[in-house]
């Protein structure tokens, strides 16, 4: 991988010859595990403007439809986050000389607290071409990272490292979108949708329902833009030409960081609703009937086949699907068919894939080999080598795994031999069920699809994939260390360093990782875990450590972040006492009564469960606490007996663990799921608005 310094530029032709679709990763890292920032990417004409509103991708505008941008999402890595865009430049529209890459943060953040900000661009087969470090970030609180522009028949990459003090409304207005100020969106949402719930102190509020913004408005004035270093090898990016005043109503707009709007598109999308219509059956023993039926399934065989063709042919005729689980393994957008069973010569006997991708992008051919397993079975090494030895000669570019087990960072699924002497590589990835069930619920949900017959081809993929018989359910198995772990500690007989620990450390991580799919695809955004710790270790340090305090204090402890919240809720699962606890911290708001924030509090929290245990937070002491059920009648209890001073609270509920003798991983995973779930549903739901998805004011 080549790396560049900032205002350097130089040609992906030059460095891969399959640099017509690729995939573009920013990533930075923070001590605390709490750092984050939102990309977005803007495509710009001749004049360095945007053609028009649809030519601006972020979080609530997600892909174009002809499959040149895409946002992947973001990856937790050791101490932040890793955020993917997938770019198919063969797509992109002949008007479109530049593809700006940004990220913005929110609430007061700047990217100089964060470290080791970086932007790389890989191929299609995931080799990556070019990096570029940012070493100099400050107050900024929004950053171009680097840019691809067109150079008559190739694409380059600049490294650009300019931000910006204004935020996302500064550097999108820089490039011809109007924003509206917060002040006249809050305004604009209370006038439609009415009064919405105050926050905890009082002086924020949040939309309760999106409305079309008007063009013109707030329009933030253009900070200049930067000037390319005479260090960089020449070739300056084209001058943007002065724009022309346009008239209001052509401009294009975008909500100041709305976390709960969208840009407006001429195409309606189609989503389906979450309670469904009232039911025609005469009673409840009457089942609809469903395009894959399920409970005729009777071996793991029977399970694995099905569950293939089901989803391969959704994939071929949902695009949006199809392009959302391909993108990021390198799949170009195109005419995607899918098989199954297909026999493919391999020594003295042909070998039988479990399914077989292709896209068509100009007259070339993305071929990748499907390998499935459902319930609780592994993936097999030697099977898995097999079809990357058939990949490599056949000239195919992909070999794709999908099984319930969640995939780890630093982790391989299986372990399999690559022939450095081969020129042609084949790239192994993996997908879980749970993030297939994940992106149908997105989809379906909140994003929609093109067509209502397309949203019932999903709702009929995401039936199937949740019935108990279908074998898909996601990770369900603890693993062989699980069961000895939890009696060595109930017994007092684990001991430090114990390899076993280590092992159920990352089947806890794997647990969490789904958690977060499950909860993302209901609420609509991104749930990610939170990863502490000390910096410049890696996974396997983290683990090991989370490992040996395994061993002392018999807990697995976890942290959790929903996108669009500033709340980190935490799980820790008490192995000694068979007790999962979920929290989250409130700050006190600076300036307010005592007793009136609490009682506002109260007020918050009127609907949820009266077990929650409410825990007042005073610096170097233990503060007053109490369950809800006898803080309500007496606020005053709340309030430390010496006028201390407090910053917070503390809100938790426990439960008990799933034990299960039998089937102990599935009763423990379910048990931690369940519990994430109503603590989100039942407490952070209900701390308003604010919590569970930020205003206007949320970014910047």
Known sequence: MQEIQKGANVSLTALSEDAGSVVVSLSWTSASGAGDADVSVLLLDGNGKVRGENDFYFYNHPAAADGSVQLLGKTPTENGDEDRIGLDLTAVPPGVERIVVAASQYGGACFGDLDDLRMTVADRSGEPLVGFSIEDAGVESAFIFGELYRRGEEWKFRAVGQGYETGLAGLATDFGIAVLEEAEEAEEVQEAAGEVPKALGGGESAPAAATEPQAGTGAVAPPERPAEPEAAPAEPAAPAAPAAPAAPAAEPVVPAQSRGRGPRTTRKKVTLPKVPGKSLAENDSWRSARLFPVPSLKSDKER?????????????????????????????AGRMQTFTEVSLPHGESPRRPDGVIRVERAGKLWTALVETKTNGNPLRAEQVQEYMDIAARRGYEAVITLSNDVALEGVPMVEVKIDGRRKHKVTLWHLSWAEVAHQAQLLIRHEGVGNAAHAW???????????????????????????????????????????????????????????????????????????????GSGPRERRAAAGEALCADGRLVAELRIDGTSRVIGVTADLRTAKLRTSVEIPAPAGSYPLSTVKRLLRLLAEAPADLHVETLVDGANGPRGTLERLRPEPADLLPRDGAQFTGFRLTLVKGMGNTRGNAESGFIRSVDDAVERFYHGVVAHLGAVEGQRPGGRRG
């Open 304 to 332: 694995e086949v099905r569950a293939t063709s089901v989803l391969l042919s959704v994939m071929a005729q949902v695009p949006e699907l199809g392009r959302r689980l391909t993108a990021g393994f390198g799949a170009p």
């Open 457 to 535: 081809l999903l709702q009929e993929l995401l039936e199937y994939l949740q019935h108990e018989n279908s074998g898909c359910h996601g990770f369900q198995n603890m693993g062989p260390a699980w069961v000895p772990v939890r009696k060595g500690i109930e017994d007092e007989t684990l001991g430090g360093g114990d390899p076993r620990a280590v092992e159920v450390v990352e089947s806890w991580e794997r647990l969490i990782r789904q958690v977060c799919l499950r909860l993302g695809g209901e609420l609509g955004q991104k749930a990610l875990p939170v990863q502490r710790a000390r910096r």
